[in-house]
């Protein structure tokens, strides 16, 4: 998904977003001290669902790829509106057009929004992206072949999925809105295409008509699904939305869940900088960007024929969905 490794971006009037391709040293980037890999053995509770959690990973990619403006997209928000009914969200599509990079084209997107009890008076923000990039383009051996986004498109899905169940747990005076967005990467060709269509429209949205109860804050959940799970700090999630991030580390930190490690990694360019930059919603990034682990030599499945449910774990998206769900119970 998106990392200064990644992606770059300019903002002024509008926001242009573009790649930056630095290469594997560049993504292998640390932060100053050693990078220590975690393991837990935490025994998440019952009521977070590992094998559910997952069920939810490989029916999305079972779907197919799920480019923007594609059928199988479409068939997505179906899928996923149809789910967060039931689920007892008030669901909306917000529809916007934008320009296909490939052909010209005007076509249509949506971001997806859900939204759980609008009117306390403790709203926030959970998201991600739940379009898949078109080609894996940094397969070494079919960088044109079949992507699923496994981790990176479904595992945020899946998470909030997840997390839809514990609504009812929610303190009295919290309110939710899950928010899935459109055109995260359509992008055919670095660094021609855009980053972060959907984001960016909800962003300026946002920001030109606020609601009556704003945002106290959001959470971004992007490529959570790694079997060897490590979140850091995110460096822009700790310069827009320092109290964000560390609230919930702390909350991992009392959890005793080590794969959410206090200390800052990657320099991360996602749907997290429209949010904080225009709507100016301060929200946090939680993204395990060393996928599967880091080191000079590791292999990495971002953006690969590799990133499949195989090498996506439950156990990871549950774990995720323990820590955000516990953080809500303390706000």
């Known amino acids: 998904m998106t990392a200064m490794s990644r992606r770059w971006a300019l903002v002024g009037g509008g926001v242009t977003i573009g790649v930056v ?9 640390r932060a100053a001290g050693p990078v220590v890999q975690r393991s837990s053995q935490l025994v998440i509770p019952a009521p977070y669902d590992a094998d559910r959690a997952m069920g939810y990973l490989v029916a999305i990619c079972d779907l197919g790829p799920r480019p923007s403006a594609t059928p199988a997209m479409r068939r997505q928000q179906a899928f996923l509106s149809d789910f967060f009914e039931q689920r007892g969200g008030a669901v909306e599509l917000q529809s916007f057009r934008a320009r296909h990079p490939d052909t010209g084209e005007a076509v249509e997107l949506a971001n997806l929004i859900a939204r759980w009890h609008p009117e306390r008076p403790k709203r926030f923000l959970l998201a991600a992206h739940y379009d898949t990039r078109p080609f894996p383009d940094r397969d070494p051996v079919n960088p044109q072949g079949r992507f699923v986004g496994a981790n990176d498109g479904a595992s945020g899905v899946a998470a909030l999925m997840e997390l839809s169940h514990h609504f009812d747990q929610l303190p009295p005076d919290v309110g939710v809105d899950i928010v899935l967005f459109d055109g995260e990467e359509l992008v055919y060709k670095d660094p021609r295409d855009e980053y972060f269509l959907g984001s960016t429209h909800f962003a300026r949205q946002y920001a030109a008509m606020p609601p009556a109860i704003p945002y106290q804050a959001g959470v971004l959940l992007d ?104 953080w809500l119970l303390e706000q």
């Open 223 to 326: 490529m959570v699904g790694d079997k060897e799970l490590a979140i850091y700090y995110e460096r822009n999630s700790w310069r827009y939305a320092r109290e964000v991030t560390k609230s919930l580390f702390d909350t991992a930190e009392r959890l005793k869940v080590d794969a959410f490690i206090p200390r800052l990694r990657h320099d991360i360019r996602d749907d997290h900088l429209p949010l904080n930059q225009i709507a100016k919603i301060p929200t946090t990034d939680l993204i395990d960007f060393d996928y599967p682990r880091p080191g000079i030599g590791a292999p990495s499945y971002w953006h690969t024929t590799k990133d499949v449910p195989a090498n996506c774990s439950g156990q990871s998206l549950a774990t995720v969905v323990y820590v955000v769900h516990q």
């Open 21 to 29: 391709l630095l290469g594997f040293a560049v993504l292998a980037k």
